[in-house]
């Protein structure tokens, strides 16, 4: 049989269970373990996974610019490419081809400006980059009828044949 | 469907950013934290109780801290990873494990309809001025939408786009 009358307990401080005569800020904090709920430090695991996430951030702002020059290059020797000006494009298609070698879109882009601006030492080495990669097939045609053209311009013409 | 504790256990440092957003700002406004979670595997992943903010600015800060926090933090991870990935397929390992970091922080990056229900609670109800609360109508409002969105797996595509946009908009702006 429950009590029928229940003795009501004083307010207490829910951090330290002291009885409170007052709220704190309106909490039912005692003044002494407020100042402890403001500044409530990090658990550790915390603070370890914040420490990994801002050495990465750091190792991701390093390679920012690197980046981000490299995007803005191919968006300049696209656009340099459009406009007919290739000794420009190759300029900035190299910077990309430097910064990621194994890009194909990057040397490839840079073999078929370089032979369009004369470059034709550069194109070929471009060109023997690409051997045995995998592109889109518009990317492969395009590759492969400026080395088309270039092999024409290179090797000598058959005695009788037609220029 | 994938249950969501799955998808916030692959995401977990965007859950952990998420409550670290709310927690550096109570702490900046000097607001009492009686209780905080930075991740379990549980609805919600994670939580910041508080006391109540002592403006509607204040409120809105908390609130809305982890989506400016989240974004930022996950452009500025995943981009410089993005750029070799996705525009010239030259990624390294590494890259990747910065996309994925990156798009798990920047996909918590939504207020959670816990935010909206304290803001909503607190601008709302409380004794903010008429323009505090006309702004907060809208705002709660798309904190709902991208709360049913993220059924529809809104948030992912958010954390996808933050990390394939951002790039893409720098690129476009200083090329």
């Known amino acids: ?130 051997g045995g990669r995998e592109t889109s097939e518009e990317l492969a045609g395009e590759v492969n009828a400026v080395a088309d053209a270039m092999m024409k311009k290179l090797v000598p013409q058959e005695e009788g044949a037609q220029p | 469907m994938i249950p969501g504790f799955l998808i916030a256990i692959v995401t977990f440092p965007g859950v952990i950013v998420h409550e670290l957003g709310h927690f550096i700002f109570c702490r900046l406004f000097k607001l009492p934290i009686l209780d905080v979670c930075f991740f379990r595997v549980g609805t919600p992943a994670g939580y910041v109780i508080h006391g109540a903010p002592k403006n509607a600015a204040q409120h809105m800060l908390i609130s809305f801290g982890p989506f400016f926090v989240n974004t930022l933090l996950g452009a500025l991870i995943a981009t410089p990873a993005a750029i070799p990935v996705i525009q010239f397929s030259a990624g390294k390992p590494l890259d990747y494990l910065l996309i994925w970091l990156g798009v798990s922080i920047a996909m918590h990056a939504f207020p959670s309809t816990g935010d909206a229900a304290s803001l909503w609670q607190g601008v709302w109800h409380g004794e903010a001025s008429f323009f505090a609360k006309f702004i907060t109508l809208p705002l709660v409002g798309l904190i709902y939408l991208g709360a049913l969105g993220s059924v529809f797996w809104l948030d992912l595509f958010y954390g996808i786009g933050v990390a394939m946009l951002f790039p893409k908009l720098l690129v476009a702006l200083f090329a």
């Open chain 1, 1 to 130: 049989m429950e009590s029928a009358t229940e003795e009501e307990s004083p307010p207490q401080c829910i951090i330290c269970g002291q009885p409170l005569d007052s709220l704190t800020e309106g909490l039912p904090v005692c003044a002494g373990c407020y100042p402890g709920l403001v500044d409530r430090p990090l658990p550790r695991w915390i603070q370890v996974v914040t420490a990994f996430i801002g050495l990465v951030l750091v190792l991701s702002l390093v390679q920012f610019p690197l980046s981000l020059s490299a995007g803005i290059a191919f968006e300049r020797g696209r656009r340099a490419e459009v406009a007919r000006n290739y000794k420009l494009a190759e300029q900035q298609y190299a910077i990309v081809a430097k910064r990621f070698p194994s890009s194909t879109l990057a040397i490839a882009r840079l073999g078929i400006v370089s032979y369009r601006a004369g470059d034709l030492l550069t194109a070929i080495k471009s060109f023997e980059k690409l």
